[in-house]
């Protein structure tokens, strides 16, 4: 598909880079139903096999591969998502050069294609530490390298002096189907009956459903560009969800008993632990002292600016875990009752 060029345009042509990834699954799949000629470029195949078709195996990396198969298919619309995403490189920038290279070669095609109208790059709100309030949307501070990454790419992005239209997004904390770590392992030690409630915490949370995630950038891309160019919005669920209603969704969906609530000492202990564990290997460590401080800390997002240009979500709370927990059991993640 991608190897031929422009021939037919009775639908837009939106390319997603990524597209092979949790959102990107997502979006695939969103913008295929919804009439869009659908290209993925990524150097993973599809974790759909429904959504083969629609890839082509490509490292953006690579700037003449990427500049390559970008102009070959002359998109109108860019998802630009691939990037890494783990928090596991710990000693060099080099390890994200997905994040930094990556952006620099899709800037560069996207201004070689010369078709493209509209592009949104996919940041992170790991360009501040949880818990921090920017001031601006250049004001970061990020606590990792990844998030450093991820700042390196805004900057890039802001300063290319693209043609076309542009936002750059940051996804908050997205869950939903296809996902996988952190989130699915929130959800998998609730079926396991393993999830405790921290005791004296129930933290506000900017999460998002990734059905709600697509529709929005379905939303920024036919906004009035008055509305998005240029612009930073954080993507997330509105209204934010209070932490101890959404896993007693999950646990009620999942028809589990009562979530007990465990002493905040008790998980810091534990959080340190699996910090010792992580260190020496084990990546899906169920718990450290990150993803406990993620646990317990106020995350809310400015998000009336998004709310006003997409106006009402298409997925509840309970509908979003509702749709989770069945893809879960029919995906094997969890067992079926």
């Known amino acids: 598909m991608g190897s031929q060029r422009r021939s037919d345009t009775s639908s837009p042509r939106l390319l997603i880079t990524g597209g092979s990834g949790f959102i990107g699954t997502n979006a695939v799949e969103y913008f295929s139903r919804r009439g869009y000629s659908v290209l993925n470029l990524d150097i993973k195949p599809p974790v759909n096999p429904m959504h083969r078709a629609l890839w082509r195996q490509c490292d953006i990396r690579n700037k003449a591969e990427i500049g390559r198969e970008v102009c070959a298919f002359a998109p109108d619309y860019v998802l630009h998502l691939a990037a890494r995403t783990d928090l596991a490189e710990r000693s060099d920038l080099c390890g994200y050069s997905a994040n930094i290279e990556g952006?620099?070669?899709?800037?560069?095609?996207?201004?070689?294609?010369?078709?493209?109208?509209?592009?949104?790059?996919?940041?992170?709100?790991?360009?501040?530490?949880?818990?921090?309030?920017?001031?601006?949307?250049?004001?970061?501070?990020p606590p990792n390298l990844y998030g450093e990454s991820k700042v390196?790419?805004?900057?890039?992005?802001?300063?290319?002096?693209?043609?076309?239209?542009?936002?750059?997004?940051?996804?908050?904390?997205?869950?939903?189907?296809?996902?996988?770590?952190?989130?699915?392992?929130?959800?998998?030690?609730?079926?396991r009956g393993l999830y405790f409630h921290p005791g004296g915490c129930d933290p506000v949370k900017s999460f998002g459903f990734v059905g709600n995630t697509v529709f929005q950038l379905h939303r920024l891309l036919d906004a009035p560009r008055e509305r998005v160019r240029g612009k930073t919005f954080y993507v997330c669920d509105y209204p934010p969800l209070r932490l101890r209603k959404w896993a007693e969704m999950i646990r009620v969906a999942m028809r589990r008993?009562?979530?007990?609530?465990?002493?905040?000492?008790?998980?810091?202990?534990?959080?340190?632990?699996?910090?010792?564990?992580?260190?020496?290997?084990?990546?899906?460590?169920?718990?450290?002292?990150?993803?406990?401080?993620?646990?317990?800390?106020?995350?809310?997002?400015?998000?009336?600016?998004?709310?006003?240009?997409?106006?009402?979500?298409?997925?509840?709370?309970?509908?979003?875990?509702?749709?989770?927990?069945?893809?879960?059991?029919?995906?094997?993640?969890?067992?079926?009752?």
């Open 103 to 141: 952006v620099e070669n899709m800037l560069a095609a996207i201004e070689s294609a010369g078709s493209v109208r509209r592009a949104i790059f996919a940041s992170s709100r790991m360009v501040c530490r949880i818990g921090y309030r920017p001031t601006s949307d250049t004001d970061y501070c």
């Open 152 to 191: 390196i790419g805004e900057r890039m992005v802001r300063a290319a002096g693209l043609g076309c239209d542009w936002t750059l997004v940051r996804p908050t904390s997205i869950w939903g189907p296809w996902f996988d770590v952190p989130y699915k392992i929130f959800f998998t030690t609730i079926a």
């Open 257 to 337: 008993g009562p979530i007990p609530v465990v002493p905040l000492p008790a998980l810091k202990l534990a959080a340190r632990c699996g910090d010792v564990l992580e260190r020496a290997g084990w990546y899906r460590v169920p718990l450290t002292r990150f993803r406990l401080d993620n646990l317990v800390t106020d995350m809310e997002y400015e998000t009336s600016e998004l709310a006003d240009l997409c106006g009402e979500l298409p997925y509840g709370l309970e509908e979003g875990v509702a749709e989770t927990v069945a893809w879960m059991r029919s995906a094997g993640e969890i067992p079926r009752r």
